[in-house]
C-alpha cells in the first residue's frame, strides 16, 4: 500500500485567482493521477502526472487550466488556474501500485470553494 | 469504450442487515479488473475489493464480497452485517489493461439504527 498526503486538505478562493495541491507519496511510485469530483458526481481523471515528462491531460482538460508538475518520484502538484465557481471540487491525487489487484490508493483529497 | 452503470442513487437498509449495491460494465476486452471503493463524507477513497476478469471464485475481504456474474457483465458488492460507519458513498470501477480507471456514478448507502 501506499500513503498519501495532500494539502491544503480545503481552502475557499476569490474567482480569477490559483490554487496549489500537493500531493506527497511515502514511497516512489511510477503512476500519479489527478482526479476532480465535482459536488454529488463522480471522479473524472484529470491528467496521469510523468515524471521527468508532461502530464498526460485527459479530454476536457488542459495544461492552462491545469497545470501540472512531478519533480520526483514522491511528489506532484496540481494548480487550479484563474478559478471560476464551476471549479468547486474535491481534487484527488491517487496512486498506481504494482501489486497483485493493481488498485489505486487515494489521498484524502483537497476541497476546494470558489466565491 | 468502458462504462460502469450504479442504478441506485442512494439505498437504506437496517442495521446488522445484509445489503447488496448494483454494478453493472460494459467493456469488450476479455482482460480487466473490477474494484469497489468507500467514500466517507471525509472524501477520502478507500479500496475494499477486487475481482479479476478471470478470477472463477468471486472475491472477499471480510463483511464484503462481490457477487461476479461475467456472462451479465454484473459485479455487485454485497455488505453483510451493516454497521453504521458503513454509510458512505460507494463506488464500482474497472480498469482495462493498458488503460485509465473508470468510475461509475457511485451509490449512496444509509445505515439505520
Known sequence: SAVIS?????????RGTS??????VDSQVTMMFWYR??????LTLIATANQGSEATY?????IDKFPISRPNLTFSTLTVSNMSP????????SVGVSSVYNEQFFGPGTRLTVL | AQKITQTQPGMFVQEKEAVTLDCTYDTSDQSYGLFWYKQP???EMIFLIYQGSYDEQNATEGRYSLNFQKARKSANL???ASQLGD???YFCAMKNYGQNFVFGPGTRLSVLP
Open chain 2, 78 to 80: 454485497v455488505i453483510s
Open chain 1, 86 to 93: 464551476e471549479d468547486s471540487s474535491i481534487y484527488l491525487c
Open chain 2, 87 to 89: 454509510s458512505a458513498m
Open chain 1, 6 to 14: 495532500q494539502k491544503p486538505s480545503r481552502d475557499i478562493c476569490q
Open chain 1, 58 to 62: 485527459e479530454s476536457g482538460f488542459v
Open chain 1, 19 to 24: 490554487l496549489t495541491i500537493q500531493c506527497q
Open chain 2, 41 to 43: 463524507s471525509s472524501g
Open chain 1, 37 to 42: 469530483q465535482q459536488p454529488g458526481q463522480s
